[in-house]
Nanobody, 124 residues
Framework: VQLQASGGGLVQPGGSLKLSCAAS????????IGWFRQAPGMERKFVAA????????RYADAVKGRFTISRHNTKRTVSLQMNSLKPEDTANYYC??????????????????WGQGTLVTVSS
């Protein structure tokens, strides 16, 4: 099982980036996928997640209205469209997967598989 995150980079405040998470192995529509981020010296925090069936999404208050998560089950990819980026969005972004669960999508400890991070830097 592998998760590969990509799409990070340097962007000016107010700009946009689209992150992608490509899943391989047995991760399919039976898995919920989440995005988390970790700034230097800070704990990892929940950003957004989508249920395996694409029937539900969840966003952190800090990104609600600016970020959109979506998935293509046939391609086993999950995207995170990030608009109106702010300097405080600067962090390493990680995608993670868990078997479909009724537990809140924002519960970090329920995610079993993690990809490597992709760095997003928002700066002028």
């Amino acid at each position: 099982v592998q998760l590969q995150a990509s799409g990070g980079g340097l962007v000016q405040p107010g700009g946009s980036l689209k992150l992608s998470c490509a899943a391989s192995g047995r991760i399919d529509s039976n898995y919920d996928i989440g995005w988390f981020r970790q700034a230097p010296g800070m704990e990892r925090k929940f950003v957004a997640a989508i249920k395996g069936s694409s029937s539900g999404t969840r966003y952190a208050d800090a990104v609600k209205g600016r970020f959109t998560i979506s998935r293509h089950n046939t391609k086993r990819t999950v995207s995170l469209q990030m608009n109106s980026l702010k300097p405080e969005d600067t962090a390493n972004y990680y995608c993670a997967a868990r078997r479909r669960s009724v537990v809140d999508l924002a519960t970090t400890s329920t995610y079993t598989y993690w990809g490597q991070g992709t760095l997003v830097t928002v700066s002028s």
